[in-house]
């Protein structure tokens, strides 16, 4: 009969030892092996194995440093929503690529419902906004419309994932 721990991961692929791993490391990316070894109950050995395995197989996928956007001259968040002009593959493809060369371009998604993509970019003010919307956002092939959103204030950024 298989246990609950075996159930648990053959479901999800993960057991509560690397489920604990994970909510260990994406708080504290640059917690020592041994630390995070004391803190789930699992040896070194058997703790640097396991962040090797979750590694290989891709729940994790990197480390990094997040940085000050306000102490680097990038203290205006905003989100413009993108509405191309034709949804054909190639358009997509294009605007797609346009925006991967883009630094300003923080984060986009393609998503369902009013318009076609959900950009998220940072830049030093509004002013500065102006001229990446007019020289690299309406630059980008097939873009018809833009409706931009400045954020005020963030509540809540770059939360943990539930795990």
């Not at 057991?15 to 803190?39: F, H, K, M, P, W």
């Not at 986009?108 to 318009?115: D, K, L, Q, Y």
């Not at 020289?135 to 400045?150: F, I």
Request: include cysteine; glycine fraction near 6%.
């Amino acid at each position: 009969m298989p246990t609950k721990t075996s159930i648990s991961r053959e479901s999800s692929g993960l057991d509560r030892l690397d489920r604990r791993i994970l909510s260990v490391l994406q708080l504290e990316g640059r917690i020592t092996n041994l630390d995070l070894a004391d803190r789930i109950g699992l040896s070194p050995t058997a703790t640097a194995e396991r962040v090797k395995r979750l590694t290989r197989e891709g729940y994790i996928l990197g480390y990094s440093a997040r940085l000050d956007p306000r102490l680097l001259g990038r203290g205006l968040l905003v989100f413009v929503e993108v509405k191309l002009d034709r949804t054909t593959p190639d358009v997509f493809n294009m605007f797609a690529a346009a925006v991967r060369r883009a630094p300003e371009v923080m984060e986009c998604h393609m998503v369902a419902g009013g318009f076609d993509y959900l950009v998220k970019s940072r830049v030093a003010d509004m002013a500065a906004y102006r001229r990446f919307l007019a020289d690299v956002l309406l630059a980008m092939p097939g873009v018809r419309e833009t409706h931009t959103y400045a954020v005020m204030e963030e509540v809540k950024a770059e939360g943990p994932l539930p795990i």
